[in-house]
DNA sequence: AATTAGACCGACTAATCAGTCATATGTAGT
DNA sequence: ACTACATATGACTGATTAGTCGGTCTAATT
């Protein structure tokens, strides 16, 4: 893996994050990378293209890390918690990441067959299908129960960005994960 | 108020939420809306007054809505409900104004100072406040309980959207509102 | 030494698009 | 009949932008 191609990646992120992805050219992303024009689409066919790899490497890195933090022998509510958590945590420290994501996923780039398709959806999915047999969570649709839960978490995260104090504050963090828990418990 | 100010407005909604904005010449909304590429900037002087003229068009829309649906003697969980409700129903048969609404929420156009000023918020961020006071709702900003049930909302409407088998199911439209309401009750 | 292939450059182009402008018509007040 | 303003047109323009292209450089292979 190329290193313009990771630059290419970075700038594009800061870029898009700062403008959205209509008012970024690949001219300016090229020249915040240091690297020519014509690089960009030796790497990437079309913007379209950069867009849709840059969504996967966020999702892979997501997910990732949401598996180092998680632990076998958890209760299923710690599991959740610490997935929850996770997200949170990680949506903050990659602010650019997860200002692209809302974008992302708004914009008719986006389609939830694209969304369904990765590991990080499906073993969530997974987890709300075994929390709804134990009759732990309300009886409705797995991929519901994940959507709410992710939409949750944009919410808090975007809170918690404009409330800078509260993002170290884990007594608020945990009022807010019982808000998501108490939406999908039992 | 001009018909073809509206008619641009419903032209521009359908193109919007079909291609997005940033795919959607003026000439074209124009075009769509049988009159001049000219008689658009005499309405709207820039392309962004027109996606901000959209905006505050839907929520004053849906505002007159859902105040025709509340009525004074309701507990506040009747309100609540009735106000939920509303929401869904109403994004439900505004496709478009959902859509458009969507995207421009999660668009560089948008910001919160935007939406902080609608008559639509502050109503319900006043609710919010009651019930807060009245240790009925989780001790948190009332403009957080506000974002929380509106991402709840968007959320099942986009799950009702394709599932349209469920949307006249009162029973299950029941099950979705006691969600949001364990959510943000105390 | 010759060949090849991929990385890399940046000037260029073809197309697109937001917004302008000269012009014209309707219409309401004086 | 005159004035003034709102409504309307559509050809036009200046700026922007995704993507191309002809060509250079480097390093590995033959």
């Known amino acids: 893996m190329s290193d313009k191609r990771t630059m290419l990646i970075d700038s594009a992120k800061k870029l898009f994050s700062e403008n959205g992805f209509y008012a970024t050219p690949t001219a300016k992303i ?3 990378a240091g690297v020519s024009n014509g690089i960009l689409f030796h790497y990437f066919p079309t913007k379209t293209e950069l867009i849709h790899a840059m969504y996967y490497d966020i999702k892979d890195r997501i997910f990732k890390y949401s598996m180092s933090q998680i632990y076998k022998e958890a209760t299923l509510k710690e599991s959740i918690y610490t997935l929850w958590l996770a997200a949170v945590e990680w949506n903050l420290e990659n602010s650019e990441d997860f200002d692209f994501m809302l974008q992302f996923e708004n914009s008719p780039y986006f389609s939830t067959e694209i969304e369904k398709k990765h590991e990080y959806v499906q073993m969530i999915i997974e987890l709300a299908e075994q929390g ?3 009759s732990v969570f309300k009886d409705i649709d797995p991929l519901l129960l994940f959507q709410i839960m992710s939409c949750l978490v944009e919410t ?3 809170f918690l960005k404009k409330n800078t104090s509260l993002q ?3 007594e608020f963090k945990n009022r807010l994960f019982e808000i998501a828990w108490d939406a999908i418990r039992k």
Chains 1, 2 share one sequence.
């Open 168 to 170: 170290n504050d884990v």
């Open 30 to 32: 090229a020249k915040e």
């Open 156 to 158: 808090n995260v975007k």
């Open 132 to 134: 709804r047999q134990q």
